[in-house]
T-cell receptor, first 113, second 114 residues
Framework: GQQLNQSPQSMFIQEGEDVSMNCTSS?????WLWYKQDPGEGPVLLIA?????ELTSNGRLTAQFGITRKDSFLNISASIPSDVGIYFC?????????????FGKGTHLIIQP | NAGVTQTPKFQVLKTGQSMTLQCAQD?????MYWYRQDPGMGLRLIYY???????DKGEVPNGYNVSRLNKREFSLRLESAAPSQTSVYFC?????????????FGQGTRLTVV
């Protein structure tokens, strides 16, 4: 099956710093997604990317769908304490199909005071 | 504004016991999913249901069965629990329209098998 390699596994940063994480895949995906999971909660969608090359922003978050359709990155600018959590990339093959998402293993973001 | 509701939130089982994890969504979504989350492994798809009356295996289906009871409900059953099934289980649902629809997740069921 498809595999997503997400890096880094964890990040220790100072409040106010910018953050960058990425995912690469051995397979092409038609949709790339970025989720955030807070402790004790389910993942919540941050950004969805539908087209190769697409660059999308959501507040301080920016994500891009790689031109090869095999990678994506997520940037967070000027990090704040509530950004702490686990960030997952996910890929979907089908455009509107019912197949499940393939998830990366997550990036733990820890913000040091 | 319930979204996806999972029950129970926590469960401890003895090896060999059986149980059913319940999931219900109130968004009239066609597709529903069961994932398990283990440390360092991300979320892995166990089973999914594209529509009422259909189910398909995901990446890690062994040891599980599912039932799509109706459009709202999708249950996950462990017939004979094993310690390797200790995990956090998430149910998700998606509507199917257009190019993409967001998958909404429940809050998870934390299962420990001793």
């Amino acid at each position: 099956g498809q595999q997503l390699n997400q890096s880094p596994q964890s990040m220790f940063i100072q409040e106010g710093e910018d953050v960058s994480m990425n995912c690469t895949s051995s397979s092409i995906f038609n949709t790339w997604l970025w989720y955030k999971q807070d402790p004790g909660e389910g993942p919540v969608l941050l950004i969805a990317l539908y087209k190769a090359g697409e660059l999308t922003s959501n507040g301080r978050l920016t994500a891009q769908f790689g031109i090869t359709r095999k990678d994506s990155f997520l940037n967070i600018s000027a990090s704040i304490p509530s950004d702490v959590g686990i960030y997952f990339c996910a890929g979907q093959l089908g455009g509107g199909g019912a197949d499940g998402l393939t998830f990366g293993k997550g990036t733990h973001l820890i913000i040091q005071p | 504004n319930a979204g996806v509701t999972q029950t129970p939130k926590f469960q401890v089982l003895k090896t060999g016991q059986s149980m059913t994890l319940q999931c219900a969504q109130d968004m009239n979504h066609n597709s529903m999913y069961w994932y398990r989350q283990d440390p360092g492994m991300g979320l892995r798809l166990i089973y999914y249901s594209a529509s009422e009356g259909t189910t398909d295996k995901g990446e890690v289906p062994n040891g599980y069965n599912v039932s799509r009871l109706n459009k709202r409900e999708f249950s996950l059953r462990l017939e004979s629990a094993a310690p390797s099934q200790t995990s956090v289980y998430f149910c998700a649902s998606r509507g199917i329209s257009g190019t993409f629809t967001e998958a909404f997740f429940g809050q998870g069921t934390r299962l420990t098998v001793v």
